[in-house]
């Protein structure tokens, strides 16, 4: 057997020349020298790119250079082969699938970090270790068995395929994953592999293995994914699975490339599953296990159905690991330990019946493998043309199937058996090569290491959890074993030969052990964790997780010494060597306690009372934490050291700078602040002790997990042990650091005793070896190690760890399940090994009975056992000293019984009262204190419980009575019959809130309803708004006429204005009724070219009519069938079933209240009845008193009211009832008793008719005391009859008589009557109450309908609000979108607008600029191109960065003119310079204009860019507005998809349709059939009317048939009308394409024609002009007007000044005749008048400034005419 892969025959391949590299980088076999060529290349074969080469197919790894390898510390003398790995004996059977066979020779399974390959028959064992060393993930088969892929565990980890059966390594894939593999699957073409990653990545990657490369890789999900299988069909997709999920996965080749697309399963109403196994069929679809044992049938990634066995009972009792598709059949394989095989036909093509989703699928076969078995997996092969099953068992098995299901079948052979579970515990023999495991699987295995193989087994009933092989002192046969187990039991066994066992010498030889139970005790009530022997063998000690350690001494039968406690759960347990002087007990805890104690003395220990030994001298250890400490104590050495090297470097640097004469500043230097200190943690709960050994008296090591893992800590046990051990702080002296442990601490520690080595089994599954020195354990000791990973790493943490007695075997036990044994390197050669020697059996063991076993866990410990019999002996002696007193008090109350009697022997007078036996009064008054003190706490102790009940009692009567009514029974009194109220709430508001809730919220959502209808309404008047066709410019033109319609239009000039606008507007109407006219042509063209039908198409007259008919023709459509659809009025929801629920109810409860009143009110008349009854008896019996005995009729009885008449009574009792219960009460036999009985009957007593009404008391005493009255007369009568009567007295007696007669029998007969119409009343009543109950029946059955339909309306309730949210929030959405749409519509129609005025104003530019070359300008060309040239003004920004700021220049604006030439492009010219013989002027202006132009442009540009901006925008809203459009669509097909499964789920429920036998007519052969379920009810007159339309559709049939025969010949009739339209049209159109030719010399659109035949903008300009010049000609006339006026005034004026001038000529006249005549006066003529001569000259002077201004007014005046006459003119 080898430990690495080697070469078989058949499988020698060699890589070619053409490998000459490992992709991988790992070397590989072939031919080095080529190798060496190919890996140095020269410069000149060198390429830039490097060429991808593919891998040969026969290129190999070499397996010695990629297996992971011991590590050993450099430059240490540790051989690398100190252990070598010999034999695998355990089985990691909980991993998922750790299962593989290739061939039926040989099995394929992981160990640790191993992966075995074991002969079946021979059990040789063959390993294939890992690369990196930190385990391995999954295995798994190439589909043609040449191949097998490991996937392993650790840091970035290798995927290595295999070749088989050559086993060496072929390729190596890498990055699949970042911490482990979880599984792989190749395809069926066996091309790609499909492997899945573990936490945190959970990355699935598809492989082209070959070569080496990932084609695609995908989260394949967010937790733990346990499988991926490709498809069979169909290998673009492949299926994951794990916790809660199962997700679809398929290669899709998208824009970007070929990518992995997943869908994720939905459980929907199915509980969600972690999915273990599946199989996908044939057809795409799905089938997975459960947890619960069902299969799930997956379509479309939705469960289509759950399947089940017959009566819901699950598929498999438990999880279903594993499900295969073979030969047709499916396969399931269960954790029950079934195996069940399935009809494909019947899975594939299930689907659900009923609401449950369950299908019921009966197994075609099934196979139970064994009890107690739980299959994970199965793998097949074929042998001879068979094929057979390899099963993995969990419970540790390997087992063999035969799934035939024949006559021939094999049964389940069980090929081998292991531990399952971790291995709790092994030890080896002392003096053979045997060892002995447990686990917690309830086995105990003995192994030969030797030979490889098991010898025996046997099995308890709890598991296993410590384990100890008896020394040599204690048995020297080397056959005896203490095991411990989980129940605290501990059981000795012994191993023996059973072939020495007399009589069986002669027989043959089987190989194998067996074991015998010797002893069994259970010294613990919790796990047994720890068993040691002492060093001499007389001691053995147990400890327990309760916290004790028993000891026992050590002889043929081993009895209990005694017991300690200790501060917590034990550990381990550890004897001092002998090379100590004092043989002591080193007990460690988990919870960070060491105790030492002495070995108890057998015999020395007083057991009588308890086995706990309570004088026995112990010392405590308590741990406490010293690592922070530690590592601050580096830290603080570190940055000591730094600082030191930080000056040294400083003062060497100076030294230099010295030498080279270079004078040095000396600078303080800053020192950089040091960061601080990590302070002391010290953990709040101590950390566990794992292990740990003695290393001189008092003193020991330890090794310890959490966070105080990463050291060997040496301890020492104080000598002060006078302080409480819980508040103790100890410290240990030493420590040793131990390398790359903090995160792994030492889990077991193991000596070799023939050599100095030291091995230590590590958390994380690995091995190490340490050699010791010869002296003691030091710090800088354990510096050099060997180590090897074994165990698997995440889980694998070494349990046990041992070397053989003679020191040449190491054997490791761990959490995986795994056991490993290692040959030790010896220095020496060895001799050959010796065999395992099974011990002998001891003298007698054949005749010994069996030992009874401990079976029942809960069974007492020994100390348990011990306390109880000293409890039961203490109980026994109390018990006899109370009998003791018993027997002496009867013996005193006798005494004074004889006394008594005595006393009453003698005479009266001596005998002695009952007072005088009182010794002291006081006695009995204390006890009457004492009691009213008891009576008293009693009462007080027992207040708060009875105001407790007391609150009960009211709130059971609240709810129970006060909240009901009474039922009250009216009987009739001369019959049986009776009449009962119902019995009702007295409370009914709760109706009315039910009610008004509803209504509120059916108010809320007919609100909201309501909103969206109005929001609906108003975008379709918004849109008719948008459609109705406008005409501005007719609108425009319509305004303007308005304004103009002012007084003056009546004159001629503006009504010729106004005729114009009419004619214009008559142009306009009849140019929009042509547009109009041609619109609505094309509309009605393009309507009746949508109206066309298809020819597969119907009239829609017909459809509509076939509508109505199926809508009102009796076409009655069940609410069942897939195509019946609820109208909208009918659509129910919560609220409205409320609303139906609470009238319902209130209903039922309104006519149940009237019925209950006139119940009452029958109640109210019996009790009157019965008083005036009453009345009437006591009538006729004093009527009777007057009559002879004889004449007397029977009085009738008087009608009692029953206890049920009035149940209010119930409750009431009266005082003689408290009474004679006070009484029953006081003799203390209220329990059982008649009087009891009697207090119940009295406590509910029967109601009298006092008690009914008061009045009856009133009447009853009324005729007691006219009975009395009447007794009274009737005595006086008799005494008067004493004389004898005289005629007149007879007469009147015998009239007295008469009367009384009558009056007796018309009494008896009032009476009779009474009873007879109450009775009849009665009747009455009770056959109306009858048909109400069948009513109310009906009613609470509509209830219960009622009621099952709001809950499963509630339960649909949340989506339904959802779906209609959803459509609110679309419709608000889409109205807030469509509110944007016409924002950006108008500004894009704004935008538009500035658009073409801009286009119009350049045109009208480039117009003006035509207008002002004129004609044949010879620089038009030139000026025109000076025009259109283009300048672009272009800022220039200086930007200068400096190193940390930046600073910018001011802006500077220059142009740079980029010349487009607009003819040839050779040709250059320069628009700076007018050229010659140009008119200047117009250069000036051309270059103005130029710029007015480019204005124009930019302006049109930024506009154009707007609007482009604003219609992106606007598309983009309208994309949106269009999705939301479909989203709503989407939604409201939705809620009528709901709606429709809402409908289908209330036609599910059962409805009660109570029917009469006659109503029944679906007969049998004319029999009732059994089963109505396809029976429908309907009603007659629907009957009668679907049999009437029969007839009445067999006559519309042959009318129908009768018009089709007519529709057939005016159908060819009207094709054959068509076709001569059709040609007449074709006629018609030549024709007048020919008129056209001839007037207009080519075809014209006619339509446009009439559309364009009027320029309404330029006639507007004309009416514009007309308008201005009539505004001028009334202004002008205007002025002409003020002309004239004055022109008047002038006239005026003229003739005014005119007067004043021939005054002044008058004047002038006069003054000349007046001088005249003074000069011919004499000369002193006139002094007197010298002064009027002087007014005269000034008045004069006057004058002629006022002539002097009068004349320059009319020469203005004149100017003024002469300038108003030029203007007229």
């Given at each position: ?1361 959802f779906l209609r949210e959803q459509i609110y929030t679309l419709i608000s959405e889409q109205e807030a979108l469509q509110s944007e749409l016409k924002s950006y519509l108008a500004q894009m129609k704004e935008r538009k607008y500035e658009i073409l005025k801009l286009q119009e104003c350049k045109k009208a530019l480039y117009a003006n600029f035509q207008a002002s070359l004129g004609e044949d300008n010879e620089f038009a060309h030139f000026l025109t191109k000076v025009l259109k040239k283009k300048i672009e003004c272009v800022e220039k920004k200086d930007v200068e960065t400096e190193a940390d700021e930046e600073e910018e220049d001011d802006e500077e604006s220059d142009l740079r003119t980029n010349e487009e030439n607009s003819g040839s492009e050779d040709e250059v010219f320069d628009d700076s310079v007018c050229p010659d013989d140009c008119d200047e002027e117009l250069f000036l202006n051309t270059i103005q204009l130029r710029q007015q132009w480019l204005h124009i442009e930019k302006t049109l540009a930024e506009e154009k860019k707007v609007a482009a901006d604003l219609r992106r925008k606007y598309n983009a809203l309208t994309k949106e507005a269009k999705e939301v459009e479909t989203s709503l669509e989407k939604t409201e097909r939705d809620l009528e998809i709901f709606q429709w499964e809402k409908l289908q789920k209330l036609n599910e429920l059962y409805v009660v349709v109570p029917l009469k036998l006659h109503q029944v007519q679906c007969l049998v052969d004319g029999e009732m059939p059994s089963d109505f379920s396809q029976a429908l009810v309907f009603t007659n007159k629907s009957l009668e009317y679907l049999q009437k339309r029969i007839v009445d559709l067999r006559n519309e049939k042959i009318m129908h048939r009768e018009m089709y025969k007519k529709a057939k010949e005016k159908h060819k009739q009207l094709v054959k009308d068509k076709k001569e339209m059709e040609l007449e049209m074709r006629q018609l159109e030549e024709k007048c394409s020919h008129l056209m030719m001839e007037k207009f010399g080519r075809l014209v659109d006619f339509e446009a024609v009439q559309a364009h035949s009027v320029n309404i903008p330029m006639e507007d300009m004309k009416v514009k002009i007309m308008e201005k010049e009539y505004e001028h000609y009334l202004e002008l006339r205007k002025w002409e007007e003020r002309i004239v006026e004055l022109q008047q005034q002038l006239v005026k004026l003229t ?75």
């Open positions: 057997m080898s430990s690495f892969p080697g070469e078989e025959e058949g499988d020698n391949e060699e890589p070619t020349e053409d490998e000459q590299k490992d992709p991988s980088g790992v070397c590989a076999e072939g031919d080095s020298e080529e190798r060496e060529k190919s890996e140095t290349p020269s410069e000149n074969q060198k390429k830039p790119a490097e060429v991808k080469r593919k891998i040969s197919e026969t290129f190999f790894y070499n397996y010695e250079d990629i297996c992971s390898q011991p590590f050993v510390t450099e430059d240490s003398e540790i051989p690398i082969d100190i252990l070598t790995l010999k034999y695998s004996f355990g089985y990691d059977c909980a991993r998922p699938i750790n299962l593989l066979m290739m061939d039926n020779k040989k099995l394929l399974y992981i160990a640790g970090n191993q992966v075995v390959i074991q002969e079946l028959k021979t059990k040789c064992q063959r390993y294939i270790r890992s690369t990196s060393g930190g385990g391995i993930g999954f295995i798994t088969a190439h589909p043609s068995k040449q191949y097998f892929a490991v996937g392993e565990k650790g840091k970035k980890p290798n995927l290595i395929i295999y070749k088989y059966p050559s086993l060496r390594p072929y390729r190596i894939l890498q990055g699949g994953t970042e911490k482990a593999y979880v599984f792989g699957d190749f395809n069926r073409a066996g091309t790609l592999l499909a492997t899945v990653g573990s936490s945190p990545d959970f990355m699935l990657t598809i492989w082209d293995w070959k070569q080496e490369e990932i084609v695609l890789r995908s989260k394949a999900f967010a937790q733990d994914v346990y499988k991926v299988m490709f498809s069979a069909e169909n290998e673009e997709h492949l299926i994951t699975s794990g916790s809660g999920h199962i997700r679809f996965w398929k290669m899709a080749l998208t824009l970007t490339g070929l990518k992995l697309q997943g869908a994720l399963g939905r459980f929907g109403r199915t509980a969600v599953s972690d999915i273990l196994g599946f199989v996908e069929l044939p057809d795409g679809k799905v089938v997975s296990g459960t947890e619960w044992g069902n299969l799930l049938l997956w379509e479309g990634g939705l469960i289509k159905v759950e399947l089940c066995r017959p009566e819901h009972q699950p598929c498999h009792d438990g999880p279903v690991s594993q499900l295969l598709l073979e030969e047709g059949e499916l396969i399931t394989v269960g954790k029950d330990g079934f195996i069940r095989v399935w009809n494909f036909e019947i899975i594939d093509g299930a689907d659900s019946v009923d609401e449950t989703g369950l299908l019921e699928v009966e197994p075609m076969n099934e196979l139970c493998v064994g009890k107690n078995v739980s299959l994970n997996f199965m793998s097949k092969v074929h042998d001879r043309e068979q094929t057979i099953w390899y099963a993995q068992d969990t419970n540790g098995a390997i087992w063999k199937l035969d799934l035939t299901f024949s006559n021939m079948t094999h049964d389940p052979e069980c090929l081998c058996t292991f531990h399952s579970g971790r291995i709790e515990a092994v030890s080896v023999s002392p003096i053979t090569y045997l060892m002995a495991t447990t686990a917690l699987d309830r086995s105990v295995r003995i192994f030969d290491f030797s030979s490889n193989i098991e010898l025996s087994e046997i099995k308890f009933k709890q598991g296993g959890t410590a384990l100890v092989w008896a020394p040599y002192v204690v048995n020297p046969e080397g056959g005896l074993i203490a095991v411990g187990f989980e129940d605290g039991v501990v059981r000795i066994i012994e191993v023996y030969d059973p072939k020495q066992l007399p009589g069986r010498e002669g027989q043959a030889s089987t190989g194998n052990a067996e074991i015998n139970l010797k002893q069994a005790f259970k010294p613990h009530a919790a796990a047994v964790t720890a068993l040691a022997y002492e060093r001499n063998g007389d001691v053995f000690a147990t400890g327990s997780k309760d916290k004790r350690v028993f000891f026992f001494a050590t002889k043929d039968e081993y009895k209990p010494i005694g017991f300690i406690r200790v501060p917590g759960p034990v550990q381990a347990l550890q004897w001092s060597p002998s090379s100590h002087e004092k043989s002591m007990l080193l007990v460690l805890c988990e919870n960070g306690f060491a105790v030492q104690v002495p070995a108890p003395l057998p015999g020395e220990q007083d057991t009588v009372s308890t086995y706990e030994i309570k004088t026995l001298p112990t010392q405590y250890f308590h741990f406490y934490s010293i690592k922070s400490r530690i590592k601050l104590e580096e830290e603080i050495a570190l940055r000591e050291k730094k600082r030191k090297e930080k000056e040294r470097a400083k003062l060497q640097w100076i030294k230099e700078q010295k030498e080279m004469g270079l004078e040095i500043e000396q600078q303080p230097e800053e020192e950089p602040e040091e960061e601080p200190l990590p302070p002391l943690y010290i953990p709040e709960e101590s950390s566990p002790i794992l292990c740990g050994f003695y290393s001189a008296p008092g003193k020991f090591w330890l090794s310890l997990g959490g966070y105080d893992s990463g050291f060997l800590y040496h301890c020492e046990f104080s000598h002060d042990q006078e302080e409480d051990p819980e508040n103790r702080k100890d410290e240990p002296f030493e420590v040793i650091p131990i390398e790359d442990t903090d995160d792994n601490p030492i889990h077991r520690i193991c000596f070799c005793a023939s050599r100095p080595l030291m091995f230590l089994g590590m958390q994380d599954g690995s091995l190490r070896v340490y050699p010791l020195p010869e002296k003691e354990l030091s710090v800088n000791a354990l510096k050099e190690y060997w180590c090897l990973n074994v165990h698997d790493n995440d889980y694998g943490h070494i349990q046990g760890i041992c070397s053989s007695y003679d020191d040449t075997f190491l054997i490791t036990c761990g959490a995986d399940g795994n056991i490993f044994t290692f040959d030790i390197e010896s220095p020496e050669d060895i001799p050959e090994r010796r065999k395992a020697k099974i011990p002998s059996p001891r003298s007698g063991l054949e005749k010994e009975k069996a030992v009874e076993d401990i079976v029942d866990p809960d069974t007492c410990n020994i100390e348990e056992v011990k306390q109880k019999k000293e409890s039961e002996r203490i109980k026994k002696e109390a018990e006899e000293k109370k009998n003791k007193k018993r027997e002496e008090i009867i013996a005193l109350r006798h005494d004074f019984v004889f006394l008594l009697q005595k006393n009453q022997e003698l005479p009266k007078h001596m005998q002695l009262r009952r007072e005088e036996y009182e010794m002291d009064h006081r006695i009995f008054e204390e006890l009457d204190r004492q009691k009213a003190q008891r009576i008293q706490l009693v009462q007080k102790e027992l207040a708060w419980e009875q105001e407790k009940q007391l609150i009960g009692l009211q709130k059971l009567r609240k709810q129970f009575r006060d909240s009901q009514e009474f039922t009250v029974v009216v009987h009739a009194i001369q019959s049986n019959h009776q009449v009962s109220t119902y019995r009702l709430l007295t409370d009914t508001e709760k109706y009315s809130q039910d009610k008004e809730q509803a209504g509120s919220k059916w108010k809320l959502l007919k609100e909201m309803w309501r909103v969206l209808e109005q929001a609906e309404e108003a975008k379709e008047t918004e849109i008719t708004r948008e459609t109705m066709p406008m005409d501005s410019d007719t609108t425009v033109s319509e305004v303007k006429a308005e304004k103009l319609q002012t007084p003056e239009i009546q004159k001629p000039a503006a009504r010729y204005i106004e005729i114009k606008r009419e004619k214009i507007r008559r142009i306009v109407e009849k140019s929009d009724k042509m547009k109009a006219k041609i619109m609505k042509r094309k509309a009605q063209w393009d309507e009746l070219y949508k109206s066309k039908p298809k020819d597969d198409s119907e009239d829609p007259k017909d459809a509509e009519e076939i509508k109505e008919a199926q809508e009102n023709m009796g076409c009655y459509k069940l609410k069942t069938a897939s195509d019946y659809s609820l109208p909208e009025h009918k659509h129910v929801n919560t609220e409205k079933m409320m609303m139906e629920l609470a009238s319902l109810k209130e209903l039922i409860h309104r006519k149940k209240v009237n019925m209950n009143k006139e119940i009452m009110s029958l109640r109210d008349l019996k009790v009157s009845i019965i008083d005036e009854i009453k009345c009437l008896v006591q009538e006729l019996k004093s009527i009777q008193a007057t009559l002879d005995v004889s004449e007397h009729l029977s009085l009738p009885l008087i009608p009692q009211l029953h206890p049920e008449e009035v149940p209010e009574k119930k409750f009431e009792c009266n005082s003689d009832v408290l009474l004679r219960f006070k009484e029953e009460q006081a003799k203390g036999q209220l329990e059982g008793s008649p009087s009891f009985r009697a207090f119940r009957r009295g406590f509910i007593p029967a109601p009298s008719v006092e008690e009914t009404d008061p009045m009856a008391q009133d009447a009853d005493a009324h005729p007691m005391s006219t009975a009395s009255s009447l007794g009274t007369e009737q005595q006086n009568s008799f005494e008067m009859e004493k004389a004898e009567p005289t005629e007149m007295e007879l007469e009147i007696l015998k009239r007295e008589k008469i009367k009384s007669l009558y009056l007796q029998k018309t009494l008896i007969k009032k009476i009779n009557m009474l009873v007879i119409n109450f009775d009849a009343e009665l009747h009455l009543l009770r056959h109306k109450k009858l048909k109400m109950d069948v009513q109310m029946k009906n009613a609470d059955l509509r209830c219960i309908t009622c009621s099952e339909e709001l809950l499963i309306l509630k339960k649909l309730e949340k989506h339904e609000t003739e005014e000044n005119t007067s004043k001038l021939l005054q002044l000529n008058k004047f002038c006249r006069e003054k000349h005749q007046l001088e005249t005549k003074l000069d011919s006066l004499p000369n002193d003529v006139g002094e007197e008048f010298q002064g009027t001569q002087t007014r005269d000259i000034k008045e004069r002077a006057r004058l002629e400034a006022r002539l002097v201004r009068t004349a320059r007014d009319t020469a203005l005046l004149r100017e003024q005419i002469n300038m108003g006459r030029t203007g007229g003119c």
